[in-house]
């Protein structure tokens, strides 16, 4: 959880958001600024290297449902298109995948990167938690579900990947950038219960396997999939809608990339990775 600096009166602007039924963007905002320490990058670290961004879900199946009743894949559009952009920044040939949310094939996803010659493939998306953990609440007037147990960031990496040891390798140094940059994991899939029990690679900075994932296990490059934030909790709905946020993400991003594909070091580009 971030937390303000003055812990009275913006608990007490909190509690009074919930009763009237919702939190406001700008809360959100303030609230995301503490603690982060977002990657810096000089000249184009990743120059030359073509990295396949897939917009998780589509239209027709839009995904988890957030707390306030948006499809994920409307987050996924918006989240890959910033961390496509700051990628294009440091020099990747982004291949965007499904941006226009008409594919509803996992495997076909891979297929196109595959076409694209694309050295790695990053699956974006928001996450949600078990149904035992959903409470109602009313927001504009409709009840909906949500469930505020759970929040933060995760990564899966796939053993049946094709290249399952780089997959694992962007998995983790993906995992210890967006921790380094002061975000923190959400360890729910790890709970022993069906349709989670996913086994942890790195518990302190979320990283987990998931086996049978069909779109990263389909992959003929390294794939791995990044869940960006827990949308069925009710605050951070809102934060992971925050530009801010989104390109802390990104920028956390090109720092792992650049490690785990080093480029040739070039006159002027390689003084990486201080702070904004």
């Known amino acids: 959880m971030i937390r303000p600096s003055s812990p009275l009166v913006p608990a007490l602007l909190v509690l009074c958001c919930f009763f009237i039924g919702g939190f406001s963007r700008s809360e959100a905002e303030e609230a995301s600024a503490a603690g982060w320490k977002k990657p810096a990058f000089t000249g184009q670290p990743l120059e030359g290297l073509r990295v396949a961004l897939d917009v ?27 961390i496509a952009g700051v990628l294009e920044k440091a020099g990747a040939k982004v291949i965007l995948i499904n941006a226009d949310g008409a594919i509803t094939g996992l495997a076909d996803r891979a297929v196109l990167a595959g076409k694209e010659k694309a050295d790695c493939f990053i699956s974006v998306h928001h996450d949600s938690v078990n149904d035992k953990y959903l409470r109602s609440w009313v927001h504009e007037g409709v009840s909906r579900p949500y469930a505020d147990n759970f929040r933060g960031y995760s990564v899966f990496a796939s053993s049946k990947n094709a290249k399952a040891d780089r997959s694992r390798e962007i998995g983790l140094a993906v995992g210890a950038a967006l921790f380094e940059a002061g975000l923190k994991p959400t360890l729910h899939h790890n709970e022993p219960i069906k349709g989670e029990n996913r086994p942890l690679l790195d518990a302190r900075t979320g990283v987990y ?65 201080g702070t904004e």
């Open 209 to 273: 396997e998931f086996t049978d994932l069909v779109v990263l296990k389909s992959a003929e490059m390294p794939a791995i999939l990044l869940e960006c934030g827990v949308i069925i909790h009710r605050e951070e709905e809102l934060l992971v809608q925050d530009p801010a946020y989104q390109d802390l993400i990104a920028h956390a991003v090109v720092k792992a990339l650049s490690t785990v594909f080093p480029r040739e070091k070039k006159k002027g580009l390689f003084k990486l990775f």
């Open 56 to 82: 998780g879900h589509s239209r027709l199946t839009p995904g988890a449902i957030s707390a306030r009743g948006r499809g994920e894949f409307l987050f996924n559009v918006s989240t890959a298109r910033v």
